[in-house]
């Protein structure tokens, strides 16, 4: 029977699955079922646990069509390191980068309960790893390093690779155009000192409006840079234009405060 397949944020049956000690038609069918439904998704392989089922039990299809059923698997080797971009039905549509072992070897029981070893290395070292993280519980998004978990997070914040890729940064480079106005406003309070030292022939208000007329030029490329910059991100969204407009009011009123009080002091 095809059964649906786990997917995030559903939680995992158990915190670990449990061991098969031997075979009745309750694991059979939990077989067939990882078949049929490995079929029906085109897929490689399923745990047990991605249908909800608490057993230790992977299916995986092999190349020439045949299935292979891995009961209580467990690696008892491993070496090399490789990193891979992993998806798993799962987390739908989303990946990772996730540090893997090359190669492994583990130990499994087949349908007769015989055991057996298995090596093996590359992709299908892979495929085997992700598919025994199920059976304790487990998926890649607890093998990443801190900077990787904290992307895929960001992933599954907003539902979308894309959204993850194109995260919005600290800081933005918009932030040196506010610092240069700032900059801007601080030579007019110094313009207003220096009259003071100067002769009235010297036009000092003159500069004082060459100055906030520089600084409403820059507040409006700010604005204009503002929303280029952020179109480079996907999980930017328009949401900031308030943010936005809200910084253009107070460096333009800065500006202005200082434009009058030069007018009645210079």
């Known amino acids: 029977m ?11 049956s158990a915190s670990s699955a449990a061991p098969v000690r031997f075979i009745n038609e309750e ?42 059923e891995l009961l209580n698997p467990l690696v008892v080797s491993q070496s090399g390191e490789q990193i891979t971009e992993e998806k798993t039905a799962y987390f739908e549509d989303l990946g990772a980068k996730v540090k893997r072992s090359d190669k492994i070897s583990i130990m499994y029981e087949d349908m007769d309960m ?8 590359g992709e299908y070292s892979i495929l085997l790893q992700r598919k025994i993280d199920y059976t304790f519980g487990s998926s890649f998004i607890n093998k990443l390093d801190k900077d990787e978990k904290k992307l895929f997070e960001s992933k599954l914040e907003f539902g979308s690779e894309a959204a993850m890729v194109g995260t919005c940064p600290t800081n933005f480079k918009r932030d040196y155009i506010t610092k240069l106005i700032d ?66 009011a107070i460096l333009s009123t800065r500006a202005l405060g200082v434009l009058v009080l030069s007018y009645f002091v210079i």
């Open 114 to 121: 015989k055991e057996h070893n298995l090596r093996a290395d």
């Open 27 to 68: 694991i059979q069918e939990i077989i067939q079922d990882l078949k049929d439904t490995i079929e029906d998704n085109s897929i490689k392989a399923l745990s047990a646990y991605q249908i909800g089922s608490p057993y230790s039990i992977i299916v995986i299809k092999q190349d020439d069509g045949t299935f292979l």
């Open 183 to 248: 900059y801007l406003i601080i030579a007019m309070v110094l313009l207003i000192g220096v009259s003071f030292f100067v002769s009235d022939e010297v036009p000092m208000f003159i500069y004082e409006i060459y100055l906030f007329t520089s600084i409403i030029a820059l507040n409006i490329f700010y604005f204009l840079y503002a929303q280029y910059e952020s179109k480079q991100y996907s999980a930017c969204t328009n949401c900031q234009i308030g943010d936005l407009l809200g910084t253009m």
């Open 2 to 12: 095809i059964k649906n397949i786990s997917k995030y944020p559903q939680p995992t």
